[in-house]
């Protein structure tokens, strides 16, 4: 009798050992996305034009233009960016926003022309553009300035602007 209950034990034991073991492995992860590097997610500013034409006629596409080497860019990167994360319903504003690497025409002699490709002058900058006809249609862009820093109010003011906020809908007035 007593080695009946020992071995129902066991059985007990084992079960539940595997039950455990099945629903450690197969637990629902809690976070809502991978986290973005942004060393291996941006696209390159000479491939920027073709690669937004390629998404073919009547697209829309919001990028950041940064250096991720700028201390300026970093900041708006890894904390400006995460606040507006938590206003725009957790809903991650590196998955919206492309990054575009301008660090390979930083040095260029041509780098304002470059720039002014898209009606920006500065970086960080935040531009929003259409393709329509096969052609690169700039919306509008919200530039860095020495005197006025990015803060997540003018993020969130430029995606309601550009439709793309889906936190609480309210315009943040400068002050």
């Not at 129902?8 to 991978?34: C, D, Q, T, W």
Request: hydrophobic share 40%; with cysteine.
């Amino acid at each position: 009798m007593l080695k009946k209950i020992a071995i129902s034990i066991m059985g007990l034991f084992l079960l539940a050992s595997i039950v455990l073991a099945g629903y450690k492995i197969f637990e629902p992860n809690s976070r809502y996305e991978e986290v973005i590097n942004i060393e291996s997610f941006y696209i390159s500013f000479n491939t920027v034009e073709e690669y937004t034409l390629s998404a073919g006629n009547n697209t829309s596409h919001y990028y950041l233009f940064c250096d991720p080497n700028n201390n300026d860019c970093k900041y708006l990167y890894d904390s400006v960016f995460p606040s507006v994360t938590a206003k725009n319903n957790n809903i991650n504003i590196k998955t919206i926003i492309e990054y575009i690497d301008i660090s390979e025409i930083i040095d260029n002699d041509d780098f304002l022309s470059n720039l002014k490709k898209w009606n920006i002058s500065t970086y960080p900058a935040l531009v929003s553009c259409d393709v329509e006809d096969n052609q690169i249609i700039i919306n509008n862009t919200l530039e860095f300035d020495t005197n006025h820093p990015l803060n997540s109010e003018d993020i969130v003011n430029w995606m309601i602007l550009n439709d793309i906020y889906s936190g609480e809908s309210q315009v943040i007035l400068p002050s």
